[in-house]
């Protein structure tokens, strides 16, 4: 019987892995695809955005039980994770916000995690897909694979969520529902969201547009990066604010964050009354989107043929665009998974199921999901190496 059995090779059980290894138990990781880390050799552009140097854990993170995070991202800091990378010499640079990238690829992140397994004697087995998980009578788990029975101590539930449909697992949802472990409902998160018919016809001659915008949700504000598509809306602010929207919902768009654009027209209208609205707009905004707004939002009049209270509701439009979504893009294109293991049945200081001694659940299984910017490998790294450190020898 196994010491450790880690389902999952993401970044969560590399982390796990690598770290359980190290304190010299028998470790056994199994990864279903072909290759690990393959979520980590994909984001980022290929260049893995590993942390954020800001991450805090009371303010980057959703679950409904928010102080849950806070105990290991205390544990296991930015900071202890850049000591890894920095110690292979990793080449790497800060972009806005905190976030860090490799300069060269992605693969170097892997290879760090890869290297820290060989060298604690952790035994990866790729295509090993874990089926169902049972516990012994005698303690311990079976698993079920399709290459046949394993059994082990303890087993930790790395599988993450179910983002990223062709290298993800529903494992950790199919578990949870047979060992009658509470859920919260799982849903895509960092996400673009989609036209709703209407918007579609009217604004899908847009896709390519990009400008900086802030969008709101519930407690969601950020401003970033919007982009048009012929989809619907992603880009950076789009994506952080999925993340606090649900069905149904509009979200508000301010279009110029940088312009309080009521101000702005009636102090042009002083200045040059005799001047065309669409010509005022298009020196702020993209002329495609000046072009497709003309008409439905407002029509091209001199801007001194308006009163006062028509310029402010021209600015308003534009500085508070209530969106209603169609819809998202779905976990084809979710960056990550919101809900998951409910961590109201886990310990925040080991992991391990409250009522399963010995089953461990870590990273995107969880009921925790960070902001866009490497909050969520972040998670992973601390929710991996807190475990690895309670994980006992038989």
Not at 129 to 158: C, F, N, R, W
Not at 228 to 253: K, V
């Amino acid at each position: 019987m196994q010491d450790v059995i880690i389902v999952g090779g993401g970044a969560s059980g590399l982390m796990c892995a690598m770290e359980a290894g190290a304190r010299g138990l028998d470790v056994l990781v199994l990864e279903k695809g072909p290759k690990v880390g393959l979520k980590i050799l994909v984001s980022g552009g290929g260049r893995c955005n590993f942390t954020n140097l800001f991450a805090d854990p009371s303010i980057h993170y959703l679950s409904q039980n928010p102080h849950f995070c806070l105990s290991a991202m205390r544990r296991y800091e930015p900071d202890d994770f850049l000591r890894l990378v920095e110690a292979q010499n990793i080449a790497y640079h800060a972009k806005t916000l905190g976030q860090l990238f490799c300069d060269d690829s992605a693969k170097q992140i892997v290879n760090l995690l890869l290297q820290g397994c060989e060298q604690a004697q952790v035994e990866i087995q790729t295509r090993r897909e874990v089926l169902d998980i049972q516990p012994l009578k005698g303690g311990g788990y079976q698993l079920s694979t399709a290459q046949g029975m394993l059994q082990a101590h303890q087993v930790v539930l790395a599988s993450g969520g179910l983002s990223l449909p062709k290298i993800a697992s529903d494992l950790a949802f199919r578990v949870a529902n047979s060992l009658d472990i509470p859920v919260v409902a799982p849903r895509p998160a960092l996400v673009p969201l989609t036209w709703n018919s209407t918007d579609k016809a009217q604004f899908v001659e847009l896709s390519g547009i990009s400008l900086e915008a802030s969008v709101s949700c519930g407690d969601g504000d950020f401003t970033d990066q919007l982009l048009f598509t012929h989809r619907g809306l992603s880009g950076p602010a789009m994506l952080q604010a999925s993340s606090f929207w649900c069905e149904g919902e509009a979200l508000t768009i301010n279009l110029l964050p940088q312009h309080s654009l009521s101000q702005w027209l009636q102090d042009r209208c002083r200045e040059n009354p005799q001047q065309r609205i669409v010509t005022a707009l298009k020196s702020l905004l993209p002329n495609r989107l000046v072009d497709c707004i003309t008409g439905l939002w407002f029509d091209d009049v001199k801007l001194g043929s308006l009163s006062p209270a028509q310029l402010a509701t021209v600015g308003d439009q534009i500085n508070a665009w209530r969106f209603k979504p169609g819809g998202s893009e779905g976990y084809r294109t979710a960056e990550v998974t919101l809900g998951g293991i409910d961590t109201n049945a886990v310990s925040s200081k080991t992991f391990e199921l409250k009522a399963l001694p010995g089953l461990y659940a870590i990273g995107e299984a969880l009921d925790v999901t960070g902001w866009l910017g490497g909050y969520n490998f972040q998670w992973a790294w601390a929710s991996g190496w807190c475990c690895a450190q309670h994980l006992e020898y038989p």
